[in-house]
């Protein structure tokens, strides 16, 4: 499946968290193996709540990009990047900005939910309001097929099939449309071209979607045809336009299960973290004071694991045998919270070790990294060229001047 793309991206704040890991790195990790992967940092972002903030953005997106590579992120079957580093983001998100109504970016749910939470902050900016858009600009330039996402993002992307969709529909009616559509046909051969005729004629004619998901794998399968052709085709067989943006699809990913040291979800903002860099001696303390069972008062009142954080974290990390010593040991009293914490302590600092060892490699050496960030910033920049190439040309913005 790696002729399918799957980008995904963060907000630099620097060091990552056992949250990160858990909930978005180990995913990637996986996804790595099976898809053309593309994972960027997220650095013009940074500023769309925090615009007024002293913020170091060259360390944190160093340190972003270290503790993903130690934590098993491989730069030679992903494409990691800097958003920065590839200003056609801005210029697609200019352009999309053009036909996206002001409506549609006042109705995400993260756009309401964001001003509650940060009352603090003065968000009645431009940049605020559009940066759904600008997320939206961040896949659509790469034509990523798959954006993996918790359940609390999926509206995201929907936000951006919309915009891809509306932007097909005004920019996708080429002149002479189905001319070169049919021309296209034919260069796939006679046998390949009667196939995709008889699937379109089914897909329009009863709205077969069996059909319509054979012709879109057909046309994956064609050598003869450009890419060009391919999204001509695409939009030739459901009755549209040429399709020039590709609506992704969101690919729901599992959820983390390691809660914050107090219970809450683990984050930097609520200093409630572990981090991939934390010693040893400090994950020992954080963890042992984390809160329980509130009935425990005692060693001799029982408790209940599902009232209590740490659980969450056994759940993780132990063992079928383990697991069923903290159940009989709290609900029976016959263990302290202390003793308890004792196996979690010791996954983490296992855990994170190794992950610790390469993080000091990636920091004695900056010019690396350095490097791994240029590479993946150019190699991203030339796809991210292409598509902005067929934007404008739809647009018909003229990209010489006489």
Sequence with gaps: ??????????RPAGPMHLGHYHGCLKNWIELQNEYDSYYFVADWHAFTTHYSDNIDLESNVSDMVIDWLAAGINPNTSTIFVQSKVPEHAELHLLLSMST??????????????????????LSTYGFLGYPLLQSADILIYKAGLVPVGEDQVSHVEF????????????????GFEEKAESAVNKMGKKQAKLYRQLRKAYQETGDDESLVKAKALLGEQKNITLGDRERLLGYIEGLGKIILIEPEALLTKAS??????????????ENMISLRDEPEVITQKIKKMPTDPARIKLSDPGDPNKCPVWQMHQVYSSKDTLDWVVEGCTKAKIGCIECKGPVIDSVISELGPMQERIAKYQSNPNLIQEIIFDGSERARSVAKNTLEEVRDAMGIPTKFY
């Design 160 to 175: 951006t099939r919309e915009v891809a969709r509306r932007f097909n529909y005004v920019y996708g009616r080429e002149s």
């Design 1 to 10: 499946m790696k002729d399918q793309r799957v980008l995904s991206g963060m």
């Design 257 to 270: 299960k390691i809660p914050g040291l107090d219970g809450q979800k683990m984050s930097k903002s609520y």
């Design 101 to 122: 109504p002001i409506s549609w970016l006042e109705r995400v749910p993260s756009f309401k939910d964001q001003q509650e939470k940060l009352k603090t902050k003065d």
